[in-house]
């Protein structure tokens, strides 16, 4: 696997996450990359350069603890 296949697969991830938040599919209570929402919030938190970064990862957080309860409650 090549580094640009890396990219490209986090970046399916991020998509995906960040359109499973409220404003948008509402799949999980965030707006954690929302402009209006939290993503203002943590850029004046953490400044422009660390806001993205922290953006991504809570709406991936959010993906996977909503996925985990989904298979949880699996038969």
Do not use: C
Request: hydrophobic share 50%; charged share 25%.
């Amino acid at each position: 696997m090549q580094p640009k296949d890396l990219d490209k697969i986090f970046h399916i991830q991020l998509i995906i996450a960040r359109l499973g938040e409220k404003e948008l599919m509402n799949w999980w209570n965030t707006d954690a990359a929302y402009k209006l929402g939290g993503a203002a919030f943590l850029q004046r938190l953490l400044g422009k350069t660390i806001a993205p970064l922290a953006a991504g990862e809570a709406v991936l957080e959010a993906a996977r603890l909503k996925e985990s309860s989904l298979i949880s409650a699996m038969n």
